[in-house]
């Protein structure tokens, strides 16, 4: 069964940079697509980013296009989010989820493993 550790949230003003990390365990993480998603207060859990099994395909939501950057590391497991350029609005507890396929996709219902979530929270 997939595990996987999220790391990196905090408090940051607002125009500032945050770096998520999410360690992956329990499966071949080389073979699978990776995604962030959020959550803010009193709202539903929305796509932010998503990557393929080896990088070359990226989704970025609209909202944090040309301020966020999703990556991965094959070797050391372990997929990144970089956050730039941070609003009010891009606060939310922030989730890494393992896909079902090598295939990177924008729906929650292809992905099969969920982190606890890394709270983040940017104060204008």
């Known amino acids: 069964q997939v595990q996987l550790v999220e790391s990196g949230g905090g408090l940051v003003q607002a125009g500032g940079s945050l770096r998520l990390s999410c360690a992956v365990s329990?499966?071949?993480?080389?073979?699978?697509?990776m995604g962030w998603f959020r959550q803010a207060p009193g709202k539903e859990r929305e796509f932010v980013a998503s990557?393929?099994?080896?990088?070359?395909?990226?989704y970025i939501v609209d909202s944090v296009k040309g301020r966020f950057t999703i990556s991965r590391d094959n070797v050391k497991n372990m997929v990144y989010l970089q956050m730039n350029s941070l609003k009010p609005e891009d606060t939310a507890v922030y989730y890494c989820?393992?896909?079902?396929?090598?295939?990177?996709?924008?729906?929650?219902?292809?992905?099969?493993?969920w982190g606890q979530g890394t709270q983040v929270t940017v104060s204008s």
């Open positions: 329990g499966r071949a993480f080389s073979r699978y697509a």
């Open positions: 989820a393992g896909g079902r396929t090598s295939y990177a996709s924008r729906e929650s219902i292809d992905y099969d493993g």
């Open positions: 990557i393929s099994w080896n990088g070359v395909i990226t």
